[in-house]
């Protein structure tokens, strides 16, 4: 992978983690969703910035992911983007104060193993 495609991935990945933290903070706003207010919170969605902003970083994420499929070949770039999983569960702790279990974390040292063993080119 040249700088130029890892700068790509980079950008998608920054851009799919920043929808990610968006979203959430959004949905945060908007409150837990029950058979009662469901009309409502899919209607609220529209006029919640928070939420518009994450749906556009996704697709500006997906713009740069398009870029990077032209590129680099899909079985390395699609387990690359498994990356993302661990920025959120690092989102989520420091940002947002939920817990990591153990179990979480061999989890995410699974894919970051996974991750290397699949880009790396010899």
């Known amino acids: 992978m040249t700088l130029q495609e890892f700068g790509l ?4 990945l920054l851009a799919s983690v920043s929808g990610q933290f968006l979203l959430k903070a959004g949905a945060l706003k908007l409150g837990k969703v029950t058979t009662d207010n469901l009309i409502s919170h899919v209607l609220s969605i529209v006029f919640t910035p928070e939420l518009i902003a994450g749906l556009a970083c996704y697709g500006l994420g997906a713009i740069f992911y ?6 680099v070949k899909l079985s390395i770039v699609g387990p690359s983007v498994a990356v993302v999983y661990v920025f959120s569960v690092l989102l989520g702790y420091f940002v947002f104060h939920e817990p990591i279990p153990i179990s979480r974390v061999v989890g995410l040292g699974f ?4 991750v290397v063993l699949v880009i790396w080119q010899r």
């Open 9 to 12: 991935l980079l950008i998608s």
């Open 111 to 114: 894919i970051v193993c996974g």
């Open 66 to 71: 398009i870029l990077l499929l032209t590129r």
